[in-house]
């Protein structure tokens, strides 16, 4: 009785690995395979298809905000949000748009991208439904655009108008494994596609101009500007030679978004100095690469530890000079390499400005300034870019004695003026909705004023943000306090203040 006993032990043990391992497929075992499944469209209604991932909500709720937001400039605009939020995880959210009181409606609906569930999968079973959408709206970062780009081109046949894309937040100008394959993200959907953020390339533009035209941030010489004031005022002086200050551009070769970022710093700052920009100088640069983005919390890996010493050393050798660092990188490695080169060269104030793009988001220094970015008690400058105003409260306190607690408003206030650019396409008259892609895409380029270029990216020189960050001293003459402050371009190219916060003192 024992023998049998185990050998009973032993097949209980083996036959679920073996079926594991083997990938065995037995009658009423295994999860029901998951399909593509999009919901009717009602008859007179039209339809846009968001695509994000399951596990994404706050993006979403941020949207349905945004859309919501709109209504207070769009006073006739109905947004119906009921059925937004549901309780099950497998449910299609669905945000229902029109005018008051009269019909067609617009119906937004979250169609979720899963592991065995992709962009693909939800091009294809749209395309086979009996009406497809007006526009499909993605690309959150710049890699799920371009798979949803590419697979939407692929998908040839549809039962109607090919949709339109409408790219969220994804910033990538060119795309590609090689500089041989490299196109532009917006070509890849050629002619259909429309990019409602501003590109890496518009970032950096907009950066360099705005420490252009700062001549607190500026980078410069300072004894050879001392010298120029002396010799203007009197002749019989040498003439000073041209200034050269520093420029460092470090890029992670292992990230995509730094790669590119730092590319089109480049290609910014080149195109600045020829045209005679910031203030005529020709930089030194120093182009450093990290091969791993990979690291600790705070801890820099090897190589950022090596390019720190670097950065450091050089700045204790040059001139007496405001040096300037391009650092195209997300929150993590970003602050591990500031913390590196502060730790090596703690007196920085007026000898470095560090510039960015939006990878470092406004949050990192607001709700998680106290404990992750602590940015209060960084000695240097920091300029970086946002989409649209991240302090723009609903209450209107702009100047809050705290700002712990407060979440950046940059992405409402994004999907709040992509929501008034796809009403303003979608409905040409009130109450009136349009009933083919081709017809919205048409509106879309005759759009006055343009927000969008011929090739569909959003245009440039005007409703850029850019975020200051400086150190100040305490009354005692520690450090620990800094001044946020938001500034926008007008169509004028100037920019303007449209917000200040004060960071309390860093926690130690």
Known sequence: MNRFRWVILVALICLPVAYLALDWHLPGFGAAQSVAQPLRVPDGDQEMAWLHTTTNSSTWERFVAGWVRAQATVPELEVDGSNAFLD????????????????PRLRIRWYKLQNDITAGDWVKALAARDRPPLAIIGGGSSDRAVDLARAMDAQKHWNGDRPALFITTATADDVGENSREKSRLVDLYDDRTF????????????????????????????????????????????????HQPHVFSVQWNDDPYSSDLHEQFQRALLAQTEAGGVRQAAFQLSRLDIPFSVGGFLKPNLNEQETAKFIAGQIRTLPAQRSMLILPAATQPARRLLQAIVERSPRLSRRLVVVTGDGIPVNALLRDGDFAWRAGALPVPLVLFTHNDPIAWDDGIRWPRGAGDSNSTEELMHFAEMARVIVAGCFPTAGGLVERSDDLIARLHARRPAFFDPNGDRLGGTGEHVVTLLPRDDADGARGSAQLSVWRRDPTGAWKGVGLLNLGVAKP
């Open 195 to 242: 990019r409602f953020c501003f590109t890496n390339r518009q970032m950096a533009d907009a950066v360099l101009d705005f420490v252009d035209q700062a001549p607190d941030l500026r980078p410069e010489v300072f004894e050879l500007e001392a010298l120029r004031g002396i010799t203007g005022a009197g002749a019989g002086h040498p003439k000073p030679q041209r």
């Open 88 to 103: 099950s995880t497998t449910a299609v959210p669905e945000l229902i748009v029109g005018w008051k009181g009269r019909e």
